[in-house]
């Protein structure tokens, strides 16, 4: 079996799992694939920490969930030193960052020295505490999830910790015929237990997969198109007087490496061995979303960072 299918049936595995959210499960299999971390933001009950699980039950490695409070401390994710009286010596004993899959839930509820903590984590992908420096497994992702609705003793992330993210993830409710089928499969689990993984994906497996993405085609004239898209979020006026007054900021080089990785994992797991230009636009939204910071006028307006990016894909033109 190819590894193509086997992620192929991974993801259809997730979606019998997670009803009605294509768009996650199809954006937390990228987000393996490209090696990044994600930020899900969504209303309460729509499957967020449902579906990490899920895909944590799928993978062969340890999942850890953090449920992120304000009395939270920096300590209790990375772990701390504990003194050990038989030997005199003190002891690093890990925290929950230690683990293959962690779920950062309500990550906007802690304060900002534990919102930094993950920031080496995920960047480095190793903890520094004191003079020494823990590295982290090889297979490691980050899936955070904030709530939109409550404001009420939450923490804005900084613009630094956003960008670590491969991308950010806009969910809403199901349809009408989907809730009913998240209602049956309620009602199964609830009679019967959760199923067992169907699928199983070896660490090993991840990693030739990553591989092979990285290998993909990208013709000239996409990689082209690739670029003039961050390029243009630098430079909007240029484009359009509108963009200019806009946006403050466009998107760092690191904008610019997840978009190609994204739209190279998006292109394989459609069965596909080059990028389109659609695999470009389909995934733009979610890797500029967090990197883009519009002005207080765009604000006072109304404008939303998708307004912005749909803007940019209309006004540059793809090249032949």
């Excluded at 299999?29 to 490209?34: D, E, G, H, Y």
């Excluded at 904008?255 to 389109?276: E, K, M, P, Q, Y």
Aim: hydrophobic share 45%.
């Amino acid at each position: 079996m190819s590894l193509q299918h086997t992620f192929g049936e991974l993801k259809a595995q997730l979606a019998k799992r997670i009803i009605g959210q294509e768009k996650l499960v199809e954006r937390l299999l990228i987000a393996l694939l490209a090696d990044g971390h994600l930020l899900v933001e969504g209303a309460p009950g729509l499957a967020k920490t449902t579906a990490v699980k899920a895909l944590a039950d799928h993978i062969e490695g340890d999942f850890h969930r953090i449920q992120f409070t304000p009395d939270l401390l920096p300590s209790d994710v990375t772990g701390s030193e504990i003194y050990r009286p038989e030997t005199g010596l003190f002891e690093f004993q890990k925290g929950p960052i230690f683990h293959n899959l962690v779920l950062a839930d309500e990550i906007n509820r802690a304060p900002a020295k534990v919102q930094s903590a993950l920031l080496e984590a995920m960047g480095e992908r190793q903890v520094s505490v004191g003079m020494r420096t823990f590295p982290l497994d090889r297979l490691f992702m980050v899936m955070a999830t904030q709530n939109p609705i409550e404001q009420e003793g939450t923490y804005p992330l900084p613009e630094a910790q956003l960008d670590r993210f491969l991308m950010h993830v806009n969910i809403d409710y199901p349809s009408a015929s989907a809730e009913r089928d998240i209602l049956h499969l309620a009602r199964n689990d609830y009679r019967q237990g959760n199923p067992a993984a169907a699928v199983k994906v070896t660490a090993d497996q991840v990693f030739e997969a990553r591989a092979t993405i990285g290998e993909i085609y990208m013709a000239e004239p996409v990689e082209d198109y690739l670029l003039a898209l961050v390029l243009a979020s630098r430079n909007p006026g240029q484009l359009d007087p509108e963009l200019g007054r806009w946006t403050a900021f466009g998107a760092s080089p690191r904008g610019t490496i997840a978009l190609d990785r994204c739209a190279r994992a998006l292109a394989w797991l459609n069965g596909r061995d080059f990028v389109s230009p659609d695999d470009v636009r389909t995934m733009a939204f979610d890797v500029l979303r967090h990197r883009l910071l519009l002005t207080f006028e765009a604000e006072a307006e109304g404008m939303t960072p998708d307004a912005v990016i749909q803007r940019l894909i209309d006004c540059v033109p793809v090249t032949a």
